[in-house]
C-alpha cells in the first residue's frame, strides 16, 4: 500500500494477508482485507496491521445511556420504542428499536404496560442492553413519559399533582411520569 492517507470507503480492499493482518475497522475475505467504514487508512508496521480511523463516528446506544424515544406500539407485557435522541450525544443517523418491558417500568409492581406509557407517548429511558432492540428501563425517578397527549381526545395532557390530567376532558391519566414532564398544570 503506497498511500498512507488514503481515504476508503466500506467495502474497500486494503491489502491481502500476506502483506498485512486485519486491523480495526477491517476484516478479512478469501485473504484480501476489506474496510468495513469509511475513513482514513492506518498502517501499524510494528504489527503489520492496516486499519482504518472513521472519518465520523455515529452515536448509537450504548449501556447507561439516557435515550429519548417515542413509544410506537404497547401491550400488556412490553411496549415498542423508537429512539429518537441520546442525552449529551450528537443526533443519530438513523433509526434504533427498543423494547420496554412491564418489569422494567418502575420500581414498584406494574401490572400492564398500559398503566406506565401509551402510543406516541415521548420516554426517556436509560439503555439495558449493547444490542438491538435495546432493551429500556424507566424505573429510576427521572425517567419515564416526559410528554403525553389524551387517549380519548389527543389534547396535551398536563402535569397536576403528580399525575397527568387533560383538561377538556377532566380526566386523569396513569401512566410512569418522569420528573422532567414538559407541560405543568399546577
Not at 480495526?24 to 469509511?38: L, P, Q
Not at 404497547?74 to 415498542?80: C, D, G, S
Not at 429511558?125 to 381526545?153: D, H, N, R
Request: glycine share 10%.
Amino acid at each position: 500500500m503506497e498511500n498512507k492517507s488514503k481515504i476508503v470507503s466500506p467495502g474497500e480492499k486494503l491489502g491481502v494477508i500476506e502483506e498485512y493482518m486485519p486491523g480495526s475497522n477491517t476484516y478479512e475475505d478469501d485473504g484480501k482485507v476489506i474496510s468495513s467504514v469509511a475513513g482514513k487508512v492506518v498502517l501499524d508496521a510494528q504489527s503489520r496491521k492496516v486499519g482504518v480511523s472513521p472519518a465520523k463516528v455515529a452515536p448509537v446506544p450504548e449501556v447507561g445511556d439516557v435515550v429519548e424515544g417515542i413509544v410506537t406500539s404497547v401491550r400488556e407485557e412490553n411496549a415498542q420504542v423508537k429512539i429518537v435522541g441520546i442525552r449529551g450525544k450528537r443526533l443519530l443517523s438513523g433509526d434504533f428499536s427498543a423494547q420496554l418491558h412491564v418489569s422494567q417500568a418502575a420500581k414498584g409492581y406494574v401490572k400492564s404496560m398500559f398503566d406506565a406509557v401509551n402510543l406516541n407517548d415521548r420516554i426517556l429511558a436509560k439503555v439495558t442492553t449493547s444490542w438491538a432492540p435495546y432493551q429500556l428501563s424507566t424505573a429510576e425517578e427521572e425517567m419515564g413519559v416526559i410528554f403525553a397527549t389524551c387517549t380519548k381526545c389527543g389534547e396535551p395532557l398536563l402535569l397536576k399533582g403528580g399525575r397527568l390530567y387533560c383538561k377538556r376532558d377532566n380526566i386523569y391519566e396513569k401512566k410512569k411520569v418522569s420528573r422532567h414532564y414538559l407541560l405543568s398544570g399546577d
